[in-house]
């Protein structure tokens, strides 16, 4: 079966910094999206992108965070300046056009440890 | 107040048992999804239902639209069913938005 692959699979970094995490889609899938998980949480919805743009935000996603599809392939998530409460486990998620074709194919994860 | 609910929060079975995993919701919607999220963290989808009753294996996942219900039923458990299951739900007037419950933890024992 096709795969969405992230990397990196962990990812630890310094409050303030910045870090892009990559998502590369299932490569006929259009509609793309990133959700997190605080570690004993439930997942939470972040950012959906159809067609180049975003197409529905949570609160979640406020201006420290932007994506990006930068050549076709590949679904990036920057955090501009991370904060202790951003250590979260990041999936990305596609799935294919068309009403029928809601099923939903999960990357493995990014787990990012910000300190 | 939560959206979703799922019950039971934990539940242990007997390899071979019939499993039956609930979630309720309070919102409109569109299309309700189980997801499995094995203990190393990958989320598989298992379903996707707008009305009726789906099967896949020894999966089977029913939805009551008017009850706000929905069940998803592993037959003849596993211990490799060990998991986390998970409901999520597509708010109607949310357009690509998922809500998700909380899970529940399954563990099959042999």
């Known amino acids: 079966e096709p795969e969405v692959t992230q990397t990196p699979s962990h990812q630890v970094t310094q409050m303030g910094q910045e870090v892009i995490l990559r998502c590369v889609p299932i490569s006929n899938h259009l509609y793309f999206y990133w959700y997190r998980q605080i570690l004993g949480q439930k997942v939470e919805f972040l950012v959906s992108?159809?067609?180049?743009?975003?197409?529905?935000k949570s609160e979640i996603f406020d201006d420290q965070f932007s994506v990006e599809r930068p050549d076709g392939s590949n679904f990036t998530l920057k955090i501009r300046s991370t904060k202790l409460e951003d250590s979260a486990m990041y999936f990305c998620?596609?799935?294919?056009?068309?009403?029928?074709?809601?099923?939903?194919?999960f990357g493995s994860g990014t787990q990012l440890s910000v300190l | 107040k939560n959206e979703v609910e799922q019950s039971p929060q934990n539940l242990t079975a007997q390899e071979g048992e019939f499993i039956t995993i609930n979630c309720s919701y309070s919102v409109g919607i569109s299309a309700l999804h189980w997801l499995q999220q094995h203990p190393g963290g990958g989320i598989v989808s298992l379903f996707m239902?707008?009305?009726g009753k789906k099967k896949h294996g020894r999966l089977i996942a029913t939805i009551n639209i008017q009850e706000k219900h929905s069940s998803l039923h592993i037959t003849a458990s596993h211990p490799r069913d060990s998991a986390v299951y998970i409901c999520?739900?597509?708010?109607?007037?949310?357009?690509?938005?998922?809500?998700f419950g909380a899970g529940t933890i399954l563990r099959v024992k042999s």
């Open positions: 992108f159809y067609n180049n743009e975003i197409s529905e």
């Open positions: 239902l707008s009305s």
């Open positions: 999520a739900v597509r708010v109607l007037g949310y357009g690509n938005k998922l809500v």
């Open positions: 998620a596609s799935r294919a056009p068309g009403l029928r074709n809601e099923k939903l194919f």
